[in-house]
T-cell receptor, first 114, second 115 residues
Framework: AQSVTQPDIHITVSEGASLELRCNYS??????LFWYVQSPGQGLQLLLK??????LVQGIKGFEAEFKRSQSSFNLRKPSVHWSDAAEYFC????????????FGRGTQLTVWP | EAGVAQSPRYKIIEKRQSVAFWCNPI?????LYWYQQILGQGPKLLIQ????????DSQLPKDRFSAERLKGVDSTLKIQPAKLEDSAVYLCASSLRTEMFYGYTFGSGTRLTVV
C-alpha cells in the first residue's frame, strides 16, 4: 500500500535561512511525487511535481525537490526562506500514469521568524 | 481562468443534523474529487468522478455520506446524519485530463464543525 511520511510536524526557521522539509514514501513502482503548500483558510497549491527524468525538480516560489530512489525520499528545499513562506506543506504520492487518488503525508507546519 | 469554487466556506451544525457542500470545478475539467482533511492530517480522498460517473468511492462512508455530479459539472457532497468525527475541511479538486502529469487544482474548502 502507498504511504507518505513527513517526520517533522513543525519546523521553525529564521527568515533568510535555508529550509529542508523531509518526505519519505512507500510505493513499489515508480512514484509520481508532489509537494503542495496550504496557507491558512486556503486550498492546496501545487509547488512542484516529479514523474521521471532529472531527479532535481524546480518549482514555484524558489522551491526545489530532489528525488532519491535509494532512500525513497523526495525532500523539499529552499535556499533562503521568506516570511511569506510560513504555511503548511504536504508531500503526496500518486501511482500509475492515470491521475487518481493522491496519498498525502500529515503535513509539516513551517514557522518563519523575522 | 476561474478556480475551483466551493460553498459555503464555513458550516457549524449539531450532530445528527444533515449538511451539504457544493463544488463548481474549473470549466472543462472532466475529473472531480472530494477530499476530507481532518485537523492534523493530510487530505484523504472520499470520491472521484469522471464526468458524471463514479471512478473511486472506496473510502466514502456510504452509510452517511453521499455525493453526486449531475450533468458532469457541479457536484454536491452530503452528510446525513453528521457525527462529531466528521469535523474537517472538505476540499474539492478538479483536473483537465486523466494523465498524472496534469495534476489537479484544489478549491479553498469548506470547514465543517460538528458540535
Amino acid at each position: 500500500a502507498q504511504s507518505v511520511t513527513q517526520p517533522d510536524i513543525h519546523i521553525t526557521v529564521s527568515e533568510g535561512a535555508s529550509l529542508e522539509l523531509r518526505c519519505n514514501y512507500s510505493y513499489g513502482a515508480t512514484p509520481y511525487l508532489f509537494w503542495y503548500v496550504q496557507s491558512p483558510g486556503q486550498g492546496l497549491q501545487l509547488l512542484l511535481k516529479y514523474f521521471s527524468g532529472d531527479t532535481l525538480v524546480q518549482g514555484i516560489k524558489g522551491f526545489e525537490a530532489e528525488f532519491k530512489r535509494s532512500q525513497s525520499s523526495f525532500n523539499l528545499r529552499k535556499p533562503s526562506v521568506h516570511w511569506s513562506d510560513a504555511a503548511e506543506y504536504f508531500c503526496a504520492v500518486g501511482r500509475g500514469s492515470t491521475l487518481g487518488r493522491l496519498y498525502f503525508g500529515r503535513g509539516t507546519q513551517l514557522t518563519v521568524w523575522p | 481562468e476561474a478556480g475551483v469554487a466551493q460553498s459555503p466556506r464555513y458550516k457549524i451544525i449539531e450532530k445528527r443534523q444533515s449538511v451539504a457542500f457544493w463544488c463548481n470545478p474549473i470549466s472543462g475539467h472532466a475529473t472531480l474529487y472530494w477530499y476530507q482533511q481532518i485537523l492534523g492530517q493530510g487530505p484523504k480522498l472520499l470520491i472521484q468522478f469522471q464526468n458524471n460517473g463514479v471512478v473511486d468511492d472506496s473510502q466514502l462512508p456510504k452509510d452517511r455520506f453521499s455525493a453526486e455530479r449531475l450533468k458532469g459539472v457541479d457536484s454536491t457532497l452530503k452528510i446525513q446524519p453528521a457525527k462529531l468525527e466528521d469535523s474537517a475541511v472538505y476540499l474539492c479538486a478538479s483536473s483537465l485530463r486523466t494523465e498524472m502529469f496534469y495534476g489537479y487544482t484544489f478549491g479553498s474548502g469548506t470547514r465543517l464543525t460538528v458540535v
